[in-house]
Each structure stands twice: as structure tokens, then as C-alpha cells.
């Protein structure tokens, strides 16, 4: 298993990311999600699961690499994403710890939908088995997470949803979930309420 892996090559500034209430909302979604089990670390101590919000243009702020098995995140576990390239596998990030190891995935789909002001990566076992099934959204499962090429297959899935929120399988990244939308709340409510079955996917 290699969850948590950054497979891209990373240029980060030490730096502080500002607390607003935007950050402060994502903050305790985060915390409502680890205590489902949505974000968390395995038995291994490999962590998973990581959200952001959009701040301007195509810059974001994410949930920094290696943070999943904290239950509460201070403001210093989060970083931003001021510039990406999928086809140079480059993060630009602002922080004291590297972004994501799903950065370039969550800004693939920032940079195609201008609507998506929040991105939910998360594992779950039983969620992504019924996603798998039936006509559900889902990226190939030869495409393996946090590439270039994940990249390229999540902005092209999102170029063909124009409707929000969504969530969808990553087919070739075992557990893994993605859910987008306009804002935390309602990115929240499909992941959660597709978890709980009380929705339809």
C-alpha cells in the first residue's frame, strides 16, 4: 500500500496559512469525517483522506501530507496550493509541511470547474465497494492516484458533470472516494449521506 506517497515533485515556502472561518468550516468538517472513519489512518500508521477549499483563482488550501490520523488539525497542518502542473508532476505549495500527496488531483478539478470551492478525498471500504457496482461515476482502475495521469482523468470526468455536488470512485485507488461541490456543506452531506445509504448514487 502506498497511501500517503507523494508522487509528485515538490517546491514549497515555509509560511504561515491565515485562519479564517472558511479554513475553521473545513476544519471541523474534517474532524465530523474522521470520527466516521471517512479520514483516519490504517493499523500501519499510513494516513488517508485529506479536503481543501478554493481560496483564488486556482489556488487552494489542503490538508497538509501525513496529517490523516490527527482527530483535530491546528491551522500549521494545512497548506496552500499556489500553482500545479500535471505535466511537469509539480506542486507549488505555501507551509510548514508539504501538501497532500492528492494535491494535483483536487486542483485538476478546480482548474476545470470554476464552480467547486471544495474537495473531499476520503476511504472508505463499503462506499467505494457500491460505487464500483451498477452505472456510478469512476476514473479507470489502471490510473493510480496522485499522477499526472489521475490528474488528467479527474478533469476530464468533472468536464463531463457539469451539475454539483458529485462524488465518484477512484477505481484504481483502493477505498478511495472523491465527492466536489460549491461549498463544505454540501460536499459533506453527498459523501456522508452516500456512506450512510440515505441517498441514492
Avoid at 472558511?22 to 493499523?43: E, M, S, V
Avoid at 501538501?99 to 478546480?110: D, L, N, R
Amino acid at each position: 500500500m502506498d497511501d500517503g506517497t507523494i508522487k509528485y515533485t515538490s517546491v514549497r515556502r515555509a509560511g504561515a496559512i491565515p485562519r479564517t472561518p472558511q479554513l475553521d468550516a473545513l476544519n471541523q468538517a474534517r474532524t465530523a469525517l474522521f470520527d466516521l472513519g471517512l479520514i483516519g489512518a490504517y493499523p500501519s500508521g499510513i494516513g488517508y483522506g485529506n479536503l481543501s477549499i478554493r481560496t483564488c483563482a486556482n489556488q487552494f488550501i489542503i490538508t497538509a501530507s501525513a496529517t490523516g490520523g490527527e482527530r483535530i488539525l491546528g491551522v500549521d497542518q494545512y497548506c496552500l496550493v499556489e500553482s500545479f502542473s500535471p505535466q511537469e508532476n509539480c506542486v507549488a505549495s505555501l507551509g510548514p509541511l508539504p501538501a497532500s500527496s492528492e494535491s494535483m488531483t483536487h486542483g485538476a478539478i478546480y482548474s476545470t470547474n470554476s464552480s467547486v470551492h471544495c474537495v473531499i478525498h476520503a476511504h472508505s471500504r463499503s462506499l467505494f465497494g457500491r460505487l464500483l457496482t451498477g452505472n456510478h461515476l469512476m476514473t479507470a482502475g489502471d490510473i493510480p492516484y496522485g499522477t499526472p495521469a489521475m490528474a488528467r482523468a479527474v478533469a476530464e470526468l468533472v468536464t463531463r458533470q457539469p451539475s454539483l455536488p458529485i462524488l465518484f470512485a477512484m477505481a484504481g485507488h483502493d477505498e478511495g472516494v472523491v465527492a466536489y461541490g460549491a461549498d463544505v456543506g454540501s460536499v459533506c452531506r453527498i459523501l456522508v449521506d452516500a456512506f450512510h445509504g440515505t441517498t441514492a448514487i
